[in-house]
């Protein structure tokens, strides 16, 4: 999944605002470059869990993704996310006297679609890695996975069981996510290729079809709800290739208990990036990986955003002759945009129907669409620190 | 102005006005006069508010620039700070309201000429909902990554950086209570907001890490912002907090710093209240002369039909107008004024209360509009008297000459009577307890307008006393200097009653800051017994603020020669009795070995309460917290808010101190270490061994310590030397404003003689024309002038004294707090007697000069 871009974004531009909201103009010293490296991911690993569902600090960037459809008993439903970023701003840490100088920098987003009502709630936050309000803590050595910024959180309560609680103005959730499947290495057994140069790679897996139930509080108001959520978690130092101005990533949880993963990395000629790739997952938890020739995305549908003026598409034709699987999505709330003060993009709940192999197939899942609004790989030239 | 009369003829203003015209043209000088005049007493006034309010303005700038958008505030209530922990504690708890935690201190820095720089650690991932300072469309370079994770980075504002010549990479060197660290500026802050860049030319920025390094408060936050929307999230919020952090709106820590100097501009704006007072004499001579000039042309002119009012209306609004032209030449003279002496203002204010740091003036329309309006009501209330005058005398009688002083002669007793009854009504002013600084300073000028108004009938006594005995004295002139001042005594008076009051503002204020210095060194002389006192290096002249290296005061207890060593620690707390911050002083000891003076001591305690203070008994307090509060006896006990709540301590004692005008209390340190746990020492107090060398200790100490802390070490002789010289620093506003008073008290007797000597061109015309020869004629002017300034001065002592009794024991009291001893010199006398009949004899030269050239025969055909 491409989403290490959305964490550049936010993180090298934290304080970042659009140009109107300020009138301070703030000039840095270039700092020459750190002499230690990051570790890139160069070939596939080895994979512990449930140590690896913790940090892996050596790396730039990692970050945990949360997001999830829900519904009510009386069928209202709910779309939600919830993500953890961390990004590292040098490959080691500074010696220092202050609990407060950090080299770890986390931010989260939590956003929830109320459909029902057609109201998109989203929220960010930022913290230094550090002085307990924000972190990440590995499986081994006793102590549970948890990874959180300040009151947002996601954490281990029982073999399998991750409980995410986050709250905001008007909103809170607090659900318990259980996982039924093993972790579904992405890519080349977990080693996700993102561009030709070597390293430019992520270590990636997944947890899907994972059952979830809980409370989300609106307004004061509080509801009962159930559903599914999908997990990725993913970890790398790499850069994005120029000339990709964004990419959309596709998640979908069918009713029958398969899953797909799809991310089309979007050139500025049009065409697709050679890296786009993809997962199916069968309820057994087998899989099958997708190349970029594999599938055709066609958009049938667009939404035309008020507040940035950013063109996303809304409603999807899928077809991947591979699988004898054909699909349409669409976006379940128009308004899914994050506006927040670092990022522009688009990350919602969409509902999928279609046919597999002749027979009808359903779901719902969360679609993500970034350089709507912005180019991406310029602005991340910009403001990518020269570690 | 066109008015239709009954009849419907219509009556025009326009010949009155061109009569008024040809009129200044004629005789300029006087309304020059009565125009400097009113532009001297509104420069003061406006000259004083843009100092106050440049100061005011920059530190309330740069509060704001710190305070951003936050709406509350949770600080220690112990000087230590906050444990760091308890914001991560908050942030998990409530990570829906907004928080931000901020180290803060101050800093000098050679690279940036030595000023204290508010040195502000901020955590960026919290600030931007309060300061948008670090959010920039269009920052370039990654030297945050630097400012984020390398220690000793920081951030300066562009223009601070530029203008003393610093480009991103510098090495500044941060001078912190003493102690030297380096530091890179690895980033600039540009901001087209003029009034962000004037708050932040102050500041240096850095991570919260690297300030609490450089600050020595690793593990410690000075305070965390809020921005707290909902009642219930405060309520919650207040509810978690340990009992030694409290939450405070950041309105009142605003308000409470403002009215930490409110008494000190009071003072100094009624200071130049009296500047303007001295000015309206001047309005009212030169108006009552030109109108009596008129008085037969204003005869006529009733004559053949203009009214009453026309009448008011044409001297009103002559005055209106020089009021205008004298208040906006006094306006601009107040800005190149007040420039020059806020610099002198913003010492003291750094002395004795904040530090505030003002690189501009800044001018509110509020100043331009007092200035004018002062300007011309003054002017017009003091031309009021003579148009009303003028308008009410019947046309038959204006057109005798001597009306004016008959009738003034006619109101002698009824000006000893109101005189009687303005100066009751001051001394009940005065005497009105709660009535404040406001009521004390009403009372004051009471006083003084009362004393101006019994003038002529004192003139009037001794001038008459004076002709009978001068001829046999000093021949003819005896006689004929006399009854010349009290021929036009309604001039004369006014003249002399200006002059007096100012030269009575030069002995008073002179004896009250005689009196003040003499009981400040007396004070010092008892207080201050130890040999050598050890402090970190001040970042303002009165006020230490940081501590000495616990290592160094270790040592320094061992110190080869050192006998005995006295520590002291400070802290502002909380009086709950009183709900205001006072400085308590924790002390092991006392540094006056018993020769402290105090002004009450708990009875049972017998002469020296410290016995009781080191046995932690209670506490003593100072003075001025009983006298600001209005108590008429000490209280018995006195409760103050410490981190284990609020504790009572039995008054022990009552002390003077004259460093602090809040109010100082003192303890134990045992006492404060049990409530307060901050074990640090701000400053030391070392007896010497008998027979030792003090300056050879103290320079033994300065070479020992130097690479640890560069300490401020000073003998008991330079250290009462350094304090001599706060004090008469913070007294050199006041001698501007005595200087300006005599300017303008010289001013009004020079236009009072010059008007008066053209009024009677004709009569020295004839004197000279039987005789006299300019020589004569001179020594007659000089005589007549010198009489006056003698007069005036003579006048001026009493009042003067009255004066420095009301500032010593009623202002200084209600303003400071502080009993001050009144000491009497000589020389305040002397001097101001000196004053006035210098500047009246300098003031009658150029008429006397004038006179011995004038034309006679034109001078006796004038009329």
Redesign the interface.
Known sequence: MQRWLILFITLMVFWVQPAWATNTQLTWVDAPPHAAQFRKALKPQDWHFPQDFGPHPQYQTEWWYYTGNLETEAGRPFGYQLTFFRQALTPTPATTDSQWRSHQIYSAHFTVSDIQDRHFYPYERFSRGNLALAGALAGASGTPYQVWLQDWSATAVAAGQVRLQAKAENVALDLVVQQTLPPVLQGDRGLSQKGMEPGNASYYYSLVQQPTTGTIVLNGKSYVVKGLTWKDHEYSTSALTPGTIGWDWFSMQFDNGSALMLYLLRREDGTLASTSAGTFMAPDGSTQPLGFQDWTVTTLDTWKSPRSQAVYPAQWQIEIPKLDLSLQGKSLLANQELNTATATYWEGAVAFHGNMAHQPLQGKGYVELTGYATRLDNLLSERTPKG | MIQTLPNGAIASNRPLWRLAWQRLQLRPLPYLLCILGIALGVAMMVAIDLANGSAQRAFALSTDAITGKATHRIEAIAPGGID??I??RL??????VDAAPIVEGYVKVPELGNQPFRLVGV????E?PFR????????????????????NTI?LL?DTADRNGLA??ATLHLDVAGQMKTA??????????QL?RRALSNFLFA????A??ILGQ??RLSHIDLIVHQPQDLEAITQTLPTDLQVETAEAQKNAVQQMTAAFELNLTALSLLALVVGMFLVYNTVTFSVVQRRPLFGILRCIGVTQGQLLTLILSEAAIFSVIGSVIGIVLGIVLGRSIVGLITQTINDFYFIVNVQQVTLSNWTIAKGLVMGIVSALMAAAIPAIEAMQTSPTLTLQRSTLESKLEALLPKLVLVWIAMTLAGMALLRWQSGGLVAAFAGLFAVLLGAALLTPPLVTLLMRGLAMVGQPMVGVFGKLAPRNILRSLSRTSVAIAALMVSVSVIVGVSIMVGSFRGTVVQWLDQTLQADIYVSPPSTTANRVLGKVDPAIVAQLKTFAGVAKVVTYNDADVQVVDYNKPVKVIAADGDVSQGKRPYAWIRPDLGKDPWVAIDAGKGAIISEALILRENLSEPPETITLRTPAGNQTFPVLAVFYDYSSDRGTIILDNDVYQQFWHDPSVASLGLFTQPGVDVEAVVEAIKTQFNDQQSLAVQSNVSLRQGSLEIFDRTFAITDALRLLAVVVAFIGVLSTLMSLQLERTREIGILRATGMTPRQLGSLTLLETGLMGLMAGLFALPLGYVLAWILIYVINVRSFGWTLQMALEAKYFWQALLVAVVAALLAGVYPAVRLGRMNIAAAVREE
């Open positions: 760091e922990t914001y991560a942030k998990r708890q409530f990570g829906q955590d960026l991932f919290a931007s948008n300072y670090f959010t920039d469309a269009g920052s370039s370079g990654n030297g945050f990554v630097q400012f984020l994770t390398e220690p951030v562009k991103l990479g890179a500026l690895v980033g600039t802050v540009a901001t087209t907001d962000n991570d919260i890490a690297t609490q390094e690793v593990g």
